[in-house]
T-cell receptor
Framework: KNQVEQSPQSLIILEGKNCTLQ??????????LRWYKQDTGRGPFSLTI?????NTKSNGRYTATLDADTKQSSLHITASQLSDSASYIC????????????FGKGTRLSVIA | DAGVIQSPRHEVTEMGQEVTLRCKPI?????LFWYRQTMMRGLELLIY????????DSGMPEDRFSAKMPNASFSTLKIQPSEPRDSAVYFC?????????????FGPGTRLTVL
């Protein structure tokens, strides 16, 4: 069964610190992996997207990595800001174009001053 | 473009009442998705349409749920009769192309509370 597991469930860090969120998946084969950010009270939006052949992708202070051999991805946030407080959702796209996306349950990040 | 538009943003209703959620996708997008999000289960796909045609409704929990897309710019998700366990945030999303190959753009969601 296609699954995406994320850890930790929640995380609290001080402003300015770095953090790393983890994503393990069983979806195989897959075409791409995305990290979505979901602010409180809003819909998710895409932060990064990596194909199965890519190892890393950056978007400002966000850097996603992908290890297709171990089926793991991580999202690293550098120099965190209060506005980074949100849920971060790992989403894997099965290779079959007509198979729905597989969502993780997300990691809830709180950045405090 | 204003993005995906959903209404209402919040809905509070009593058990047994009919609830209708509305969505306007991004113009030109061929795919429209309805999701439900809860703390316990995360995001779950309920149904999706391609060019206004329902393709996969296997995620619709029960016959109480129904969805329509009468034209390319409008879709509804209806729950009749509603139950307290339907309380969740319902998202509509649209994408330009393939269900899994293209980025999905989410609306702001409708928070439904069934008392």
């Amino acid at each position: 069964k296609n699954q995406v597991e994320q850890s930790p469930q929640s995380l609290i860090i001080l402003e300015g610190k770095n953090c790393t969120l983890q994503c393990n998946y069983t979806v195989s084969p897959f075409s791409n992996l995305r990290w979505y950010k979901q602010d409180t009270g809003r819909g998710p939006f895409s932060l990064t997207i990596m194909t199965f052949s890519e190892n890393t992708k950056s978007n400002g202070r966000y850097t996603a990595t992908l290890d297709a051999d171990t089926k793991q991805s991580s999202l690293h946030i550098t120099a965190s800001q209060l506005s980074d407080s949100a849920s971060y959702i790992c989403v894997v796209s099965p290779l079959s174009g007509n198979t729905p996306l597989v969502f993780g349950k997300g990691t809830r990040l709180s950045v405090i001053a | 473009d204003a993005g995906v538009i959903q209404s209402p943003r919040h809905e509070v209703t009593e058990m047994g009442q009919e609830v209708t959620l509305r969505c306007k996708p991004i113009s030109g997008h061929d795919y429209l998705f309805w999701y439900r999000q809860t703390m316990m289960r995360g995001l779950e796909l309920l149904i999706y349409f391609n060019n206004n045609v329902p393709i996969d409704d296997s995620g619709m929990p029960e016959d109480r749920f129904s969805a329509k897309m009468p034209n390319a710019s409008f879709s509804t998700l209806k729950i009749q009769p509603s139950e307290p366990r339907d309380s969740a945030v319902y998202f509509c999303a649209s994408s330009l192309a393939q269900i899994s190959g293209d980025t999905q753009y989410f609306g702001p969601g409708t928070r439904l509370t069934v008392l």
